[in-house]
C-alpha cells in the first residue's frame, strides 16, 4: 500500500491506495465505483454482509463497530478511513488516529454532525443561519420552548434521527406531552416549522490543501420526509445560488471538512421572509433567505445527479479529497434531474425494468440490496436533457413505468 499525499498524488498501479469505509450502503458502493476509475482500492466495514457497498468493494469485513480489535485490525489495511453515514460510534475515528490513518473527514466532524444539538450550536456559534430551535431534556423544557417559539413546531431527538425518523410536529402546545412521550423521552431539540417556499442542498468538496469545489445549488422536493426528485440546477436567482455556496464554504472552512459534505436548506418566502417565523426567535435569522436545516458530512442522495450531470461525481470528489488528491472539476454538464426508486415500487413484484430502460436517457442506478420496504432506498435513475424541465418529465414517466402506470 502506498500512503496517499498531496506530495505523491498519482495513484500507484503497483500498491493503490486503499480507501477504508466505514459504513455499507449505497453511498459507498457509489464511492467504490468512482474509485476503482482512478485505481483506488475500497474496503467496508459494517455490521452486516452482501451489502451494497460489499458487492462492489476489494474488501467486505462484517463487524461489530463496537468490536475495537476488529476496528484496529480494519484501519490498519487501509491508507485513509472515511464513513458513508454519520452514526458510526466516536471511538472508530478514534482507534484510526491512533494507529496513524489519516481519517478524513476528521472524528471532529462526525462528531458535531451526530447529534442535532450540537450540530445547531455549532452553526449559531459560526454565524450561519438556522431553523429557531431550543434543547429538549424534559416535558417542562419542551412546553417552556413552544411559548418562546411558537406552534407549529417539530420536536427531533438529538441522535440518530435521518429521513424524517424520530421527528414529531406540533400544532398545538396541547400536544406537547405526546410528542414528547413519541420520542420516547430522549434528549431531543424543538425547532420552529418552518413555511419555506423551496427545499434546496449544496454539496461540496474540500481538499487536504483547503481548495473549495461546490455543486450548483439544486432543489429537492421531498414525500413523507424522504427525497423523492432532485433538479439540478435549482431555478432560483443568482444571489441565492451564490449565498449557499458562500454559506457552504464557511462552514466547511469553520468545520474543517477535508472531504465531500451537503448542506440542507430551507428557502424562505421572497416578501416578508419574517412573517412566517415567530418573532420571539428572529435573533437566530440572517438577512437572507436560506436557513440551513441540516448538514450531512458524506456524498448526499440529492448529488447523485453528478455522476451523469458533473465533470466530477460528488463521489469521484470524495475519492480524490480523502486520498488527498486535487478536486476534480464540479461544473455541470447538462441540466439534470434525478428521482429516487423506493421499495414501495416492488408492492406489486418485481418493477418492469425494461419499460425503465425503453426511456433512452434514463440512467438506472440499483444498490444491490435484496429486501425491498416501503420507505427504503433500492435505488435511482438520473435523466440529463436540455432543461430542467424536460429532464424532469422524462426522469417521472420513466420512474412511473416500472409500475405500469
Ligand atoms: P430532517 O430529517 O431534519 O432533514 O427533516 C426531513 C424533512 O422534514 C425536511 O427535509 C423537511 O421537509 C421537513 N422538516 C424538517 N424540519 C422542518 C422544519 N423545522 N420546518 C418545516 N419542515 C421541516
Same mark, same amino acid.
Given at each position: 500500500?502506498? $500512503? ?5 498524488? *498519482?495513484? #500507484? ?22 474509485? %476503482? ?5 475500497? %474496503? ?18 462484517? +463487524? ?22 454519520? #452514526? ?23 462528531? &458535531? ?20 430551535? +431550543? ?26 434521527? /435521518? ?55 439544486? @432543489? #429537492?422536493?421531498?414525500? #413523507?420526509?424522504?427525497?423523492?426528485? $432532485? ?10 445560488? +451564490? ?19 451537503? &448542506? ?20 437566530? /435569522? ?7 436545516? @441540516? *448538514? ?53 413484484? @418485481? ?13 438506472? %442506478? ?27 418529465? *422524462? ?11
Amino acid at each position: 500500500m502506498s $500512503t496517499p499525499s498531496s506530495q505523491s498524488p *498519482i495513484p #500507484n498501479p503497483q500498491s493503490p491506495p486503499v480507501i477504508g469505509v466505514f459504513g455499507s450502503g449505497q453511498l459507498g458502493r457509489m464511492l467504490a465505483l468512482a474509485s %476503482h476509475r482512478l485505481g483506488i482500492r475500497v %474496503h467496508t466495514f459494517s455490521p452486516e454482509r452482501d451489502t451494497p457497498t460489499g458487492q462492489v468493494a476489494e474488501r467486505e469485513i462484517c +463487524a461489530s463497530y463496537d468490536d475495537r480489535e476488529a476496528v484496529r485490525s480494519f484501519v490498519r489495511g487501509v491508507d485513509a478511513v472515511t464513513f458513508e453515514f454519520e #452514526n458510526v460510534p466516536a471511538h472508530v475515528a478514534e482507534i484510526a488516529r491512533e494507529e496513524g490513518v489519516a481519517v478524513r473527514p476528521g472524528g471532529h466532524v462526525l462528531h &458535531v454532525a451526530q447529534n442535532r444539538l450540537r450540530e445547531k450550536s455549532f452553526l449559531v456559534e459560526a454565524g450561519l443561519p438556522v431553523t429557531p430551535f +431550543a434543547p429538549v431534556h424534559s416535558l417542562a423544557n419542551l412546553q417552556t420552548a413552544l411559548a418562546q417559539l411558537g406552534t407549529p413546531a417539530v420536536l427531533k431527538t438529538a441522535a440518530f434521527g /435521518y429521513d424524517g425518523k424520530g421527528q414529531v410536529k406540533i400544532d398545538d402546545p396541547a400536544q406537547a406531552a405526546a410528542a414528547w412521550q413519541a420520542l420516547g423521552g430522549q434528549a431531543a431539540i424543538v425547532e420552529s416549522f418552518v413555511a419555506f417556499e423551496r427545499e434546496l442542498s449544496v454539496v461540496a468538496a474540500r481538499g487536504v490543501d483547503d481548495t473549495f469545489a461546490a455543486f450548483p445549488l439544486v @432543489e #429537492n422536493r421531498h414525500i #413523507n420526509h424522504i427525497l423523492d426528485v $432532485t433538479i439540478a440546477p435549482a431555478q432560483v436567482s443568482a444571489e441565492v445560488a +451564490a449565498e449557499a455556496e458562500r454559506l457552504t464554504r464557511r462552514l466547511m472552512e469553520v468545520l474543517d471538512v477535508v472531504g465531500v459534505l451537503c &448542506v440542507e436548506f430551507f428557502l424562505l418566502p421572497e416578501k416578508n421572509p419574517r412573517e412566517s417565523a415567530p418573532s420571539a426567535s428572529s435573533a437566530f /435569522y440572517s438577512s437572507g433567505r436560506l436557513l440551513i436545516n @441540516e *448538514i450531512a458530512p458524506r456524498p448526499h442522495n440529492s448529488g447523485h445527479w453528478t455522476i451523469e450531470g458533473a465533470v466530477t461525481s460528488q463521489f469521484e470528489q470524495q475519492a480524490r479529497a480523502v486520498c488527498a488528491l486535487p478536486l476534480g472539476s464540479s461544473e455541470q454538464l447538462r441540466p439534470a434531474a434525478m428521482v429516487n426508486l423506493l421499495g414501495d415500487l416492488w408492492t406489486q413484484g @418485481e418493477p418492469d425494468w425494461a419499460a425503465l430502460l425503453a426511456y433512452p436517457t434514463a440512467k438506472l %442506478h440499483l444498490y444491490g440490496k435484496s429486501a425491498a420496504r416501503p420507505g427504503r432506498k433500492m435505488g435511482h435513475v438520473t435523466v440529463t436533457a436540455q432543461t430542467v424541465d424536460e429532464a424532469l418529465a *422524462i426522469a417521472l414517466t420513466a420512474r412511473a413505468s416500472l409500475v405500469g402506470r
